[in-house]
């Protein structure tokens, strides 16, 4: 986890050639107070991966977990998000390929009830963009079929999953931003 989270979230700045965000890793900038987020920015000069398959099954509560099992994996992801005043951190993206994959996700999102925007996404690949593929919101252990009726298969009864997603969304009354995608 990569975070620069605060009153006005921080710059991150990743160069590599291939940059692979796997297992639950994220990218993480949340802008809390009244000044600007900074900018995410990451380029690759080869690939960009960001897979949202996550086999650790985080206890979605502890105490529950115990006799349920429920578990809620995490998905990697860059995202950006703003509950204040201020606006959301920008994202920006250039890569030779770009690869959203298994439930992963690039997200922007203001919760904002004072009109803090969110970021904007400003993605340049030059060969491929390849968006596929879900993960399952929940996971289950065996002792989670004592919830549901005898009979009925765990799977067949509880079916949530998370799709592979770049999104923008203003869930207050500020403004969702721009998104700009260049693939040559």
Not at 69 to 94: C, H, K, M, Q, Y
Not at 95 to 115: R, V
């Amino acid at each position: 986890l990569a975070d620069v989270s605060g009153a006005g979230g921080g710059n991150t700045n990743i160069v590599g050639k291939n940059i692979q965000l796997l297992a639950g890793s994220a990218i993480v900038s949340n802008t809390s107070g009244n000044l600007d987020g900074g900018v995410i920015q990451v380029k690759a000069s080869d690939l960009l991966q960001i897979d949202g398959s996550d086999t650790t099954n985080t206890e979605v509560d502890a105490l529950a977990a115990s006799f349920t099992e429920i578990f809620l994996p995490a998905a990697s992801r860059i995202f950006s998000n703003t509950v204040g005043a201020g606006n959301g951190s920008d994202i920006s993206i250039v890569a030779n390929d770009l690869q959203i994959s298994n439930g992963g996700a690039i997200e922007l999102q203001t919760f904002s009830a004072t009109a803090g925007n969110s970021g904007n996404l400003a993605i340049n690949v030059n060969e491929s963009i390849e968006l596929s593929g879900n993960r399952p919101l929940l996971g289950f252990s065996e002792n989670a079929i004592n919830l549901i009726a005898p009979g009925i298969e765990l799977d067949t009864a509880i079916d949530l999953n998370q799709s592979s997603k770049m999104t923008i969304i203003s869930f207050g009354s500020g403004r969702a931003g721009n998104v700009d995608v260049v693939a040559a």
